[in-house]
């Protein structure tokens, strides 16, 4: 299955801590996209890296693409409570625009 | 610039009825994309359009169609409707398919069906 499948399901933390996020997959892709979900609504989308592509940062975000370990992670930096959603990986590939979810992690910031 | 707008935002229907789920693009993205979200299933890829014509579908049974428009604007016909379908359904827009790229979520309409 190309899915990506994220670890942990959840993460609890207090308000200024980092939190990571990754995300495994099994076939080859062409770019993994991160999301994020507030209280079950829209996606907002994060970052995109492409599979030629080894880091991407986005303020205090940033997402690393291991392709030989099938791996992404998302870093969160100085948390804060707004930052309280799901969020997910999903992956590109084999000429097909549609994104493949990961189940998400659940990130809880507490102030 | 507006971003994607789907409507209903909730839509209430009947075991067998038949339900109509839209979606409106943001301006200048010809592709449209519709996700089911069910509880303890995940985000599951519905089906896509680009340009007026359906360019792949996930594994979801004929019950769930749907077409775009020639202002691509979408719609998703659930029919005969099951209490399974109960879910969030999301529309996602981008640039033609010919770009590879970062998708725009609407927010979603919640489906219940009873």
């Known amino acids: 299955s190309q899915q990506g499948e994220e670890d942990p399901q959840a993460l609890s933390i207090q308000e200024g801590e980092n939190a990571t996020m990754n995300c495994s997959y099994k076939?080859?892709?062409?770019?993994l996209q991160w999301y994020r979900q507030n209280s079950g609504r829209g996606l907002v989308h994060l970052i995109l890296i492409r599979s030629n592509e080894r880091e991407k940062h986005s303020g205090r975000l940033r997402v690393t693409l291991d392709t030989s370990k099938k791996s992404s992670s998302l870093l969160i930096t100085a948390s804060r409570a707004a930052d309280t959603a799901s969020y997910f990986c999903a992956l590109s590939g084999g000429g097909y625009n549609k994104l493949i979810f990961g189940a998400g992690t659940r990130l809880a910031v507490h102030p | 610039e507006a971003g994607v707008t789907q409507s209903p935002t909730h839509l209430i229907k009947t075991r067998g009825q038949q339900a109509t789920l839209r979606c409106s693009p943001i301006s200048g993205h010809t592709s449209v994309y519709w996700y089911q979200q069910a509880l303890g299933l995940g985000l599951q890829f519905l089906l896509w359009y680009d340009e007026g014509e359906e360019r792949n579908r996930g594994n979801f049974p004929p019950r769930f169609s749907g077409r775009q428009f020639p202002n691509y604007s979408s719609e998703l016909n659930v029919n005969a409707l099951e209490l399974e379908d109960s879910a969030l359904y999301l529309c996602?827009?981008?640039?033609?398919?010919?770009?590879?790229?970062?998708?725009?979520f609407g927010p979603g309409t919640r489906l219940t069906v009873t």
């Open positions: 076939t080859s892709i062409n770019n």
């Open positions: 996602a827009s981008s640039l033609s398919f010919r770009t590879v790229g970062e998708q725009y």
